[in-house]
C-alpha cells in the first residue's frame, strides 16, 4: 500500500452510502485501509446521505436513521477524527453544485453503461421505476471525489466503473477550462476485493441478508458462519470437497492470519476428511475475535450522541471550506462568475 503514498501528500476519499450499519465487507474491503491510510495521508470519509437517497427518495428514513450507526462503526474500528476528516455528504452544497455542472458533460447512454449501476438496477428491479438520480449517482461520486481533490480511493472493485467514470470527467472539464482544475485518482482495491454475503449469492448487501454487520451480537456472528454457504455436495466428512464458491474458505482467506494454515486445511478438505462444522468453528473463533472489541467500542459510542454530532460537525466544516474552493475554481474555469 505505501507505493501509493511515496509523495506523502496524497489525499484520500472513501465513503459510504448511509444505508445501514457497516458490515465486514466494508471492514475487509475498505475501512482496514483506511485506519491505515490516516497515518500517511491527507483522508476525508464522506458519509454519503445523499447517495443513500438515491433509490430510498421515497423512504429517506432508512438513511437518516442509520447516520450515527456509521460514524460509531467508524471510530470502533479504530478511525481517528483527529487523522481523517469525517464528513456528511448533504452539509456540503458544493458537492451537489458541482454534480449538476458535470451533468451536462455526460451522456444518459454513457451513464446506461456503467456496469456497476447496470448490475444495481437489474439487482434491485428498478427498470422503468428508476430514480434519475440512481441512473446519476456516478455523476455525484464524480463531484465527490473531484471536490476533494483525491488521488487515491481505497474502495471494493465494484467502485472501479465509477473512478473510470471520474476520470472522464475530469479530462473533459480540464480539457474546457484549459487548466488541470481537478485531479485524476486511482482506486486501492482492498486485500480482498469483494466479500460474498454469507449465502454465496453475491456481494455483502444489506438488503439481500446475507451480511454480518460489525456491530452483530456473538450469537448472530455464530448463527451467520454456521449457515454459511459451503460446498453441497459434500455431504460426509470423509469425501472430498470443493473450496472454489465455499463462503467459510472465503472467509477464512480473507480473515484467518495463519495463511500457512488456511493452505493447509484447504489441502484436506479437497482430500476428504475435513468436514465443514471444523472449519465453520474455526472461522467463528476468529470472526468473534475481531469484532468483539469492535462491538464493545461501538456500543460505548452510540450513546454518545453529542460526541459523534461533534465529530461530524467539525469534520463538515472543514469539508465545506475545501469542497467550496474545488467549485469555486471550476465555476472561474468555465467562466462562471462568482459572487
Ligand atoms: N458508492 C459508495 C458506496 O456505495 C459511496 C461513495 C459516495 C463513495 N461517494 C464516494 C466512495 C466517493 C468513494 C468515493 O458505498
Redesign the pocket.
Known amino acids: 500500500m505505501n507505493k501509493y503514498l511515496t509523495e506523502n501528500k496524497s489525499i484520500v ?5 448511509i444505508t445501514g450499519p457497516l458490515h465486514l465487507g ?1 471492514y475487509i474491503g ?1 475501512l482496514q485501509q483506511r485506519v491505515e491510510f490516516q497515518k500517511k495521508a491527507t483522508q476525508y470519509i ?1 458519509m ?1 446521505d445523499m ?1 443513500g437517497l438515491t433509490d430510498n427518495g421515497s423512504t429517506p428514513e432508512k438513511v437518516s436513521k442509520f447516520l450515527f450507526d456509521v460514524v460509531a462503526d467508524y471510530l470502533a474500528v479504530g478511525i481517528d477524527p483527529k487523522l481523517s476528516t469525517l464528513c456528511l ?1 448533504s452539509a456540503l452544497p458544493a458537492l451537489s453544485e458541482l454534480t449538476m455542472l458535470y451533468l451536462n458533460i455526460v451522456t444518459v447512454s454513457r451513464l446506461e453503461r456503467n456496469p456497476t449501476v447496470k448490475h444495481e438496477i437489474l439487482q434491485k428491479n428498478l427498470s422503468r421505476s428508476l430514480p434519475a438520480g440512481f441512473l446519476t ?1 456516478p455523476v ?2 464524480a463531484a ?2 473531484t471536490a476533494f481533490s ?1 488521488d487515491i ?4 472493485e ?2 472501479l466503473p ?1 473512478i473510470e467514470q471520474t476520470n472522464e470527467i475530469v479530462t473533459k472539464i480540464n480539457s474546457l477550462i484549459g487548466q488541470p482544475v481537478l485531479t485524476s485518482c486511482k482506486v486501492v482495491v482492498g486485500q480482498v476485493g469483494r466479500l460474498p454475503g454469507t449465502d454465496g449469492s453475491g456481494k455483502m448487501s444489506k438488503s439481500l441478508g446475507n451480511t454480518i454487520n460489525l456491530s452483530s451480537t456473538a450469537d448472530e456472528i455464530k448463527k451467520a458462519v454456521y449457515s454459511m454457504y459451503t460446498d453441497p455436495q459434500h455431504i460426509d466428512v470423509a469425501s472430498p470437497g470443493h473450496i472454489e464458491g465455499n463462503v467459510v474458505f472465503t472467509y477464512l482467506d480473507a480473515f484467518c492470519q495463519d495463511k500457512a494454515m488456511v493452505t493447509a486445511m484447504k489441502a484436506h478438505y479437497q482430500r476428504g476428511g475435513l468436514g465443514d462444522m471444523k472449519c465453520k468453528a474455526m472461522l467463528n473463533d476468529i470472526l468473534q475475535e475481531l469484532l468483539q472489541p469492535i462491538r464493545e467500542k461501538r456500543a460505548q459510542l452510540i450513546n454518545d450522541k453529542a460526541y459523534l454530532l461533534q465529530v461530524i460537525k467539525e469534520g463538515s466544516d472543514k469539508a465545506k471550506e475545501v469542497t467550496q474552493q474545488k467549485l469555486d475554481e471550476v465555476k472561474r474555469g468555465l467562466g462562471l462568475l462568482i459572487l
Open positions: 476519499l472513501t465513503g459510504d452510502r466494508h475498505s464522506l454519503a447517495q455528504q449517482y455525484s461520486q465527490d471525489i483525491a480511493v481505497p474502495a471494493g465494484d467502485q465509477m
